[in-house]
């Protein structure tokens, strides 16, 4: 964190411009993002002063690194300030008086305090609250709202704060800076993917180091004018890697008393008698050398407490008795106007940035540390409530192991107790990575954090700590057993590594055979039929046996049986049993404990995936929004990023595909490290591709899912993965890879003795053994899969029934047959609603009436299906339409009146211009869109001539707006 900047920010106009354009064109949400020292606060203060200059109201609210389990602080703290922006109480929406508990600076302004919601309704409660905070932002308006350090925030604030950017009042600019590398989970500053709405300006503003001639300025502006030779600024930039708080110091430090660098600023070789890693380290040293006792004793106390205090905790911690107040005061006031120490808000003081205060903590001799840390022991143990997480770290440093593991462990506990997830596991593994933690303190800890982790998104350190306690031979057998198997549960979720997990969950149950509840919880995890090789009578043998174990338990906990409850459930939804959904509706989603409501959370996450994958979307659609408000009311963090992940695969089933593939995209960035949790995206990806004529990518992202991998594949993904390859091949004439990738999927589904989803694979293998002259093998697998689904609630399975029959059926001469199969999916689909596998039903429909003459009926079953193509962006698809329309001689979707003109591209020309962005030649454009050569050669020229280039590497992707509308 770090205050206030008297300098302005060199070499970020163009930065500082967009912040001020979207702030003041509320409602906007903006991200500045940048590593420590890049100067995210300078910009974002800059902008402040501009606006508080201007009359706007601005409320300024700070994420601290030592921080207690208390949500939503930093939300609070800035709404502390909003009194002069706010009505009469009388005007106020009355639900803002659930605030009065949280701000009391606000009392005389806001209304009486609502009636209470039913005390064990924390849900209602946290709604509650969430819509007050709107409401009284929406009173303050027009208003920014700025949280810094978003990176060290609880997740009680970032749900509040994707509440408010859900749909921001109308007056508001949401203002965050975070550093990317630091988010709890990598790329989601909010905790999951930020959605912009319509009408809301989003700006995602990143800062890099500085350049050379940026570096040359602000040492300029540091040196009051100064000019500066250029080699000093270049050997600057290379010593100081252009961030500007190190450039900052640095200067400063070598300044002499006329403001000038010794040897003149022509002698960059100063420079070099510093050592990079030490050179913010020797700068404050510098600066701290002429300090009188007093300023030197306050400033070691601001940096050991490491967040701004105020005056009386910084007197306590610096050790300053009642007669040496008046030198304390003094001390204090020199520091401050030596620009090492800042005032914040409310009377806080502390260092600009919290690498200043690392560079002053290291510059205090380690004995001097110590006593230092347990003053600071004594001042914030006589606060109430108690800050256990500042405890415990101030105890570690002091040396006090006994008060640190008591500390540490509560702090724990309290965390996880009141949902801030992350916290929990960040102290548990600090901990545990400590060398001074005794050895016997060691399992129970282990536990603790395998416990909590399970419900977590951070697994990277866990698993590593874990891997290494359970490599020892300390820990007990029960402690052992549990804690291999949390660690299987982090390894098959958390980290998409399945069969590392398998295998931890195999090898703990010979430590679990006194303790059922939890054997019984691996084996219900084995159970999960969508993983693995076994076929499903395995699964549901484990599950059986799961069930079986957990009810010879007599005092059974809770958590445990939830836990096996929510897989049982999962596992009846996956293979599309008739009784899921009344066994869905059993789930203990109000339960009064936290741990329980979390396995409804983690139940419902998985069974958004299952419905999903068997063509329930709108279930699906209720499961994901279950799984949402009970992970948010009960700190469940990992049921929401999986919901995230199905929502990719449903909104691509669905139709929603705008703004699809750029969610995906982030998504495969944002698990980087654990790709198999990106196959839904992958997915989504190679489908959208395969719509669209893009060959290459549609391969490579199918491939991405796993497809090869029978221990790894998940295969309600991995099996329309297989269909979109099957597709791809065919397209491309390329029918041995067809009928090799039919072998395999088509082999997949049969061990697994599980057909519903094979939804997307039916229909296309039995295209292309068709295709291959091999009626008979296509007239077997239809029947095996009509096997296979018979009696199961599975409706997309269903409908591809009746795609492969009336390919069958057409195959055969009977026509009439198969246009009424094709009807009757199209007409499934169209329900679900699937509008892509609509549009390519009602192909099918329409290829069946035309062999029966029905040229009319055939000609309006293409252009419907044109028109969802088009509105899909589908391109590949929709020129396929369009071929066939010119083919029955028929006319296509009527095209809108307005023409392009200028240099606006027609849709064709867009279509074009796109493909000729990726890469592709005349050749391959033609393929894609059904056209001639020559008439691609035009179109490209057109394109050319309109973007005013001279070469197709000059072209790049139209915008939407960029065409007027449909043409043919």
């Known amino acids: 964190m770090t205050g ?27 991200l500045v993002q940048g590593e420590a020292g890049i100067g995210k606060t300078r910009l974002v203060h800059t902008a402040i002063e501009r606006l508080r200059a201007d009359r706007r109201t601005v409320l300024l609210g700070h994420c601290q690194q030592l921080r207690e389990p208390f949500p939503y602080g930093p939300v609070f703290d800035a709404l502390r300030h909003a009194a002069a922006a706010l009505p009469a109480g009388d005007r106020l929406n009355p639900v803002t008086g659930a605030l009065r508990g949280y701000l009391p ?29 709107h409401a009284l932002l929406a009173a303050a308006a027009p208003a920014a709202l700025v949280v810094e350090d978003l990176h060290w925030a609880d997740d009680g604030t970032r749900d509040l704060l994707r509440f408010l950017t859900d749909q921001p009042p109308e007056g508001l600019a949401l203002v965050v800076t975070f550093r990317r590398e630091d988010l709890p989970v990598p790329g989601l500053p909010f905790g999951r993917a930020y959605r912009r709405r319509p009408g809301v300006r989003s700006e995602v503003i990143s800062l890099a180091p500085l350049d050379v001639e940026a570096v040359r300025s602000l040492t300029s502006a540091l040196l009051d004018g100064a000019p500066v030779p250029q080699e000093f600024a270049a050997r600057l930039h290379e010593r100081t890697a252009g961030v500007p708080f190190v450039i900052e110091e640095v200067v400063r430090s ?62 306590a911690v610096a050790g300053a008795e009642e007669p040496d107040a008046d030198a304390h005061e003094n001390g204090l006031s020199e520091a401050l106007r030596a620009g090492v120490l800042l005032e914040h808000p409310d009377g806080q003081y502390g260092f600009r940035h919290a690498l200043a205060q690392q560079a002053a903590y290291d510059a205090i001799p380690g004995p001097d540390r110590r006593p230092i840390h347990r003053r600071a022991m004594a001042a914030l143990s006589a606060l109430d409530p108690p800050p256990l997480v500042r405890l415990a770290y101030h105890a570690r440093h002091a040396g006090d192991l006994d008060a640190w593991r008591r500390h540490g462990a509560a702090a724990a506990d309290h965390a996880a107790a009141v949902g801030d997830v992350p916290l929990a596991v960040e102290v548990l593994e600090g901990m545990l990575a400590d060398r001074k933690l005794p050895r016997d303190a060691r399992g129970p800890l282990a536990l603790r954090l395998s416990r909590i982790a399970a419900v977590g998104l951070s697994y990277r350190r866990v698993v590593r700590l874990l891997r290494h306690l359970l490599s020892d031979d300390f820990l007990s057998r029960h402690v052992r057993g549990e804690a291999r198997l949390n660690l299987g549960v982090l390894l098959a979720n958390q980290a998409g590594a399945n069969p590392a997990g398998r295998q931890e969950i195999l090898a703990a ?5 006194d303790r059922p509840d939890l054997a019984a919880r691996g084996l219900a995890l084995l159970g999960l039929p969508a993983w693995g090789g076994e076929p499903l009578d395995i699964h549901k043998a484990w599950m059986d046996e799961a069930e079986k174990l957990l009810s010879s338990v007599e005092d059974q906990d809770p958590e445990l049986a939830a836990a096996v409850h929510a897989n049982k459930v999962t596992m009846a939804m996956l293979v599309g049993s008739p009784d899921a959904f009344t066994m869905a509706s059993a789930l203990p989603e109000n339960h009064p404990s936290a741990a329980v409501r979390r396995q409804a959370a983690r139940a419902y996450s998985n069974l958004c995936d299952a419905a999903t994958a068997l063509g329930h979307y709108g279930a699906a659609e209720k499961f994901a929004a279950r799984s949402r408000r009970i992970s948010d009311e009960s700190g469940a963090l990992y049921p929401v990023y999986l919901v995230e992940m199905s929502s990719l695969r449903l909104d691509w089933l669905t139709g929603r595909w705008e703004g699809l593939r750029e969610r995906a995209v982030a998504a495969v960035e944002m698990t980087a490290e654990a790709p198999l ?32 991998d029978p221990d790894s594949g998940y295969l309600p993904v991995t099996a329309p993965a297989s269909a979109g390859l099957i597709e791809l091949h065919l397209t491309r004439d390329a029918l041995d890879a067809a009928l090799a990738e039919t072998e395999w999927a088509v082999g997949r589904l049969r061990r697994k003795g599980l057909w519903v989803w094979g939804d997307q694979v039916a229909p296309q293998a039995v295209a292309a053994l068709l295709r291959a002259g091999r009626a008979g093998e296509a007239a077997d697998l239809v029947s095996e899969f009509a096997a296979g689904v018979d009696g199961r609630t599975a409706p997309s399975a269903h409908a591809a029934l009746d795609l492969a029959r009336g390919a069958l059926a057409e195959h055969e001469g009977r026509r009439d047959e198969a246009a009424g199969h094709y ?115 035009t179109h490209v020229a057109r394109v050319l001539q309109k973007l005013g280039v001279r070469t197709r590497n000059d072209v790049r992707e139209p915008r939407p707006d960029d065409r007027p509308g449909p043409d043919h």
């Open 4 to 30: 206030p900047a008297s300098l302005a920010p060199v070499g970020r106009d163009a930065q500082l411009r967009t912040l001020l354009q979207a702030v003041g064109s509320p409602p906007a949400v903006i």
């Open 105 to 133: 600076e606000l009392t005389g302004h806001l209304p009486p305090a609502p009636s209470p919601p039913p005390l064990d309704d924390a849900r209602a409660e946290r709604h509650r609250l969430f819509r007050a905070v």
């Open 823 to 937: 009807a009757r999916a199209k007409s499934a689909y169209e329900g679900m609603p699937r509008p892509h596998a609509a549009a390519r039903a009602a192909e099918a429909e329409a290829g069946a009436r035309l062999g029966l003459g029905e040229r009319e009926e055939a000609a309006k079953l293409v252009a419907r299906a044109a028109e969802r193509y088009a509105a899909l962006d589908a391109t590949r698809d929709a020129a396929r339409c369009r071929r066939l329309l010119r083919e029955i001689g028929a006319a296509g979707p009527a095209r809108r009146t307005r023409r392009a003109g200028g240099g606006v591209l027609s849709p064709r020309e867009a279509e074009v211009a796109r493909l000729v962005a990726l890469g592709r030649t005349n050749r391959e454009i033609a393929e894609v869109l059904f056209l001639s050569r020559r008439t691609v050669d």
């Open 677 to 708: 949790l990106a196959v839904e995206a992958r997915l989504a990806l190679g489908m959208l591709a395969l719509a669209r004529g893009e060959w290459q990518e549609a391969g490579e992202q199918l491939d991405a899912t796993g497809v090869r």
């Open 254 to 315: 070598l300044r002499d008393d006329a403001g000038r660098l010794p040897g003149g600023e022509d002698a960059p070789e100063v420079l070099d008698r510093i050592p990079v890693p030490l050179l913010l380290r020797e700068a404050m040293a510098e600066r701290l050398a002429g300090f009188s006792p007093a300023a030197l004793r306050a400033v070691r106390a601001a940096a050991v407490l490491r967040m701004p205090a105020d005056e009386p905790l910084l007197a």
């Open 509 to 513: 149950l010979p430590d679990l055979h």
